[in-house]
């Protein structure tokens, strides 16, 4: 699929307000619930809005545990999964393939871990490139674990399934992906596992398994203890996850730089997931949260963008300890830094080098090709901005990543000229409809595929 963004049509820009807009449900919840629901001896139902909504990646976990034994059916408004239990995995036949999902990748090397047999996964050419390593060692020497990457420290993983012992793990950096595998492989462990990260990164996984009734707890200096007691039997579970803030920041960037008031309906409003609104509110931008409830330990609700009566006056106030809440964001936060006035400075970030592309490479690439200004350092960017900057027409090229596609879709709304981008169907990883949702925002004329 190829899609190519024109330039502003004047008669659409006296449109400034769209209707409601629903988003696709939160991935980063989406694959948790998927594993710890088959982790208790519950039926679990997922309603869902359409089936074509769940994000391709969520397809890898649903693969995986099918292989594992875990009954799952899907129709087309929801999701069963019947919970095996914490003994209830069956040794897979064949590999697990873990496509393109890192979560996924991650997230199996804890739980597989502590099971009473062997496994191997594997994943695309992408994942195959991506760093497992690091993984493997804090569950080999933290917890006794037996698990073997590539000699690349890559995709294939062999997983030999033993008995886990209890530790203190300090995380070399702060990540919900290692945290969580670490939180999976503690379930199973003889003891006490105590994770500690250097800085606060997302917590859906500890939050989750709390709700689902592990024996959890949040310790001073965000240090989290778990006891092997495994969750608790909930007899059925319905659980209506929340749509994707992650998603959401690339509408709300469309509403930014197309001047369009927008309304997010039933948006995720996790504390460690909304630092990227608080830094666009601090450049200037009006945003209104209302409806707040909370279902599950996670909270959401109703959010409204005013982007046609307000602008980003000033650079992003992007600090060190940020990066872990907004590792999924930054894509389309250099982007609009592009239009700020000023210097945004992006540090400590070196994290996103092994994302499903290097994206501190694939962002100052894609900014120059555009005509912003743009630094390269080691560990992130420094991007000039100017308010009055109108970026050059031409292509996109998004090395295979589902953000960096999205992100440089949104600048092309500036553009002076069109705008194309190959193989757009890349996004479906993250938003499968996203091309549907951004021409509500910005007017199908804008939009065309083909």
Same mark, same amino acid.
């Given at each position: 699929?190829?899609?190519?963004?024109?330039?502003?049509?004047?008669?659409?820009?006296?449109?400034?307000?769209?209707?409601?807009?629903?988003?696709?449900?939160?991935?980063?919840?989406?694959?948790? +619930?998927?594993?710890?629901?088959? =982790?208790?001896?519950?039926?679990?139902?997922?309603?869902?809005?359409?089936?074509?909504?769940?994000?391709?990646?969520?397809?890898?976990?649903?693969?995986?545990?099918?292989?594992?034994?875990?009954?799952?059916?899907?129709?087309?408004?929801?999701?069963?999964?019947?919970?095996? /239990?914490?003994?209830? @995995?069956?040794?897979?036949? !064949?590999?697990?393939?873990?496509?393109?999902?890192?979560?996924?990748?991650?997230?199996?090397?804890?739980? +597989?871990?502590?099971?009473?047999?062997?496994?191997?996964?594997? #994943?695309?050419?992408?994942?195959?490139?991506?760093?497992?390593? *690091?993984?493997?060692?804090?569950?080999?020497?933290?917890? /006794?674990?037996?698990?073997?990457?590539?000699?690349?420290?890559?995709?294939?993983?062999?997983?030999?399934?033993? &008995?886990? !012992? #209890?530790?203190?793990?300090?995380?070399?950096?702060?990540?919900?992906?290692?945290?969580?595998?670490?939180?999976?492989?503690?379930?199973?462990?003889?003891?006490?596992?105590?994770?500690?990260?250097?800085?606060?990164? *997302?917590?859906?996984?500890?939050?989750?398994?709390?709700? @689902?009734?592990?024996?959890?707890?949040?310790?001073?200096?965000?240090?989290?203890?778990?006891?092997?007691?495994?969750?608790?039997?909930?007899?059925?579970?319905?659980? %209506?996850?929340?749509?994707?803030?992650?998603?959401?920041?690339?509408?709300?960037?469309?509403?930014?730089?197309?001047?369009?008031?927008?309304?997010?309906?039933?948006?995720? +409003?996790?504390?460690?997931?909304?630092?990227?609104?608080?830094?666009?509110?601090?450049?200037?931008?009006?945003?209104?949260?209302?409806?707040?409830?909370? &279902?599950?330990?996670?909270?959401?609700?109703?959010?409204?963008?005013?982007?046609?009566?307000?602008? =980003?006056?000033?650079?992003?106030?992007?600090?060190?300890?940020?990066?872990?809440?907004?590792?999924? &964001?930054?894509?389309?936060?250099?982007? =609009?830094?592009?239009?700020?006035?000023?210097?945004?400075?992006?540090? $400590?970030?070196?994290?996103? $080098?092994?994302?499903?592309?290097? $994206?501190?490479?694939?962002?100052?690439? %894609?900014?120059?090709?555009?005509?912003?200004?743009?630094?390269?350092?080691?560990?992130?960017?420094?991007?000039? /901005?100017?308010?009055?900057?109108?970026?050059? #027409?031409?292509?996109? &090229?998004?090395?295979?990543?589902?953000?960096?596609?999205?992100? @440089?879709?949104?600048?092309?709304?500036?553009? *002076?000229?069109?705008?194309?981008?190959?193989?757009?169907?890349?996004?479906?990883?993250?938003?499968?409809?996203?091309? $549907?949702?951004?021409?509500?925002?910005?007017?199908?004329?804008?939009?065309?595929?083909?």
């Amino acid at each position: 699929m190829n899609v190519e963004v024109r330039p502003s049509d004047a008669s659409y820009a006296e449109q400034s307000r769209t209707a409601p807009l629903s988003l696709p449900p939160d991935k980063s919840i989406f694959h948790r +619930l998927l594993i710890i629901g088959a =982790l208790t001896r519950s039926k679990l139902t997922i309603p869902i809005t359409l089936i074509e909504d769940i994000p391709v990646d969520v397809y890898a976990t649903i693969l995986a545990l099918q292989s594992l034994g875990v009954p799952i059916e899907l129709s087309r408004s929801m999701i069963e999964l019947e919970g095996v /239990g914490m003994e209830g @995995f069956h040794a897979p036949t !064949h590999q697990i393939n873990c496509s393109n999902s890192g979560t996924t990748a991650r997230l199996f090397m804890g739980l +597989l871990a502590g099971q009473s047999f062997s496994s191997r996964l594997t #994943g695309d050419e992408s994942l195959s490139k991506r760093p497992m390593k *690091r993984l493997a060692e804090i569950l080999n020497s933290g917890l /006794g674990a037996k698990i073997e990457t590539s000699e690349k420290g890559t995709l294939p993983v062999l997983i030999e399934g033993r &008995e886990l !012992h #209890g530790a203190t793990v300090d995380l070399p950096v702060a990540s919900a992906q290692m945290k969580s595998a670490v939180l999976l492989a503690g379930l199973y462990s003889k003891d006490v596992v105590r994770i500690r990260e250097p800085l606060q990164s *997302r917590d859906h996984s500890e939050l989750m398994l709390m709700s @689902f009734g592990a024996d959890i707890e949040i310790e001073a200096d965000h240090a989290i203890r778990i006891t092997a007691n495994g969750v608790v039997p909930l007899q059925n579970i319905t659980y %209506n996850i929340p749509g994707d803030i992650s998603s959401a920041a690339f509408l709300i960037g469309a509403a930014i730089l197309g001047r369009r008031n927008i309304t997010l309906k039933n948006v995720g +409003l996790n504390p460690t997931r909304i630092r990227f609104l608080e830094i666009l509110k601090g450049s200037g931008l009006e945003v209104e949260i209302s409806q707040v409830k909370e &279902e599950w330990n996670e909270k959401k609700g109703t959010v409204e963008i005013f982007g046609a009566e307000s602008h =980003l006056s000033k650079p992003l106030a992007i600090s060190a300890a940020d990066i872990p809440l907004i590792i999924d &964001e930054i894509p389309i936060l250099a982007v =609009l830094a592009s239009f700020c006035p000023g210097q945004t400075e992006i540090s $400590r970030a070196k994290e996103l $080098r092994a994302k499903e592309s290097d $994206r501190l490479s694939a962002l100052a690439t %894609n900014l120059r090709s555009f005509g912003a200004i743009v630094e390269e350092k080691e560990d992130g960017l420094t991007i000039f /901005g100017d308010d009055t900057f109108i970026p050059h #027409g031409g292509s996109i &090229e998004h090395f295979g990543d589902h953000r960096i596609a999205m992100a @440089f879709v949104i600048m092309a709304l500036r553009a *002076r000229e069109r705008v194309t981008i190959s193989d757009a169907s890349v996004v479906s990883i993250s938003y499968p409809n996203f091309f $549907r949702d951004l021409s509500l925002v910005v007017g199908k004329n804008r939009i065309h595929i083909a």
